[in-house]
């Protein structure tokens, strides 16, 4: 079993910046591409960025120049730095990670979701 927990989620006015984490705990052997998807109201899940286990990334063309993903290996979690944020970057924030649980198995793992909210 594994969980990943997100924090850093809020309200923020236009042009701002926020930082969100997330931390994978329980059952890993190793994990692979870690990333982190939006969903805003009445739309599908997208992905916003992707980081792999080598540190390469790529991002949605609606962040390039303005996100920022990295991650901490040793102690599992992801980051995401949002900066000159914008009213349609508002969505429903989640982490996830393919993560190996065993060197025969793996799991594809979600998070719980955070909130994030561009408005003045």
């Known amino acids: 079993q594994v969980q990943l927990v997100e924090s850093g989620g809020g ?3 236009p042009g701002g910046s926020l930082r ?3 931390a994978a705990s329980g059952s890993i052997f ?14 599908q899940r997208e992905s916003v960025a992707r980081i792999t286990s ?3 990334t790529n991002y949605a063309d609606s962040v390039k120049g303005r996100f ?6 040793a102690k599992n979690t992801v980051y995401l730095q949002m900066n ?6 508002t969505a ?10 065993s060197v025969y198995s793996t799991d594809n793992s ?5 909130q994030v909210t561009v408005s003045s």
């Open 84 to 89: 000159s944020l914008k009213p349609e970057d």
């Open 11 to 13: 309200l923020v006015q």
């Open 110 to 114: 979600w998070g719980q979701g955070t």
């Open 68 to 73: 920022t993903i990295s991650r901490d290996n």
């Open 30 to 43: 190793s994990i692979n591409a870690m990333g982190w998807y939006r969903q805003a109201p009445g739309k």
């Open 92 to 101: 429903v924030y989640y982490c996830n990670a393919v993560v190996r649980t």
């Open 54 to 56: 080598g540190g390469s």
């Open 20 to 22: 969100l984490s997330c």
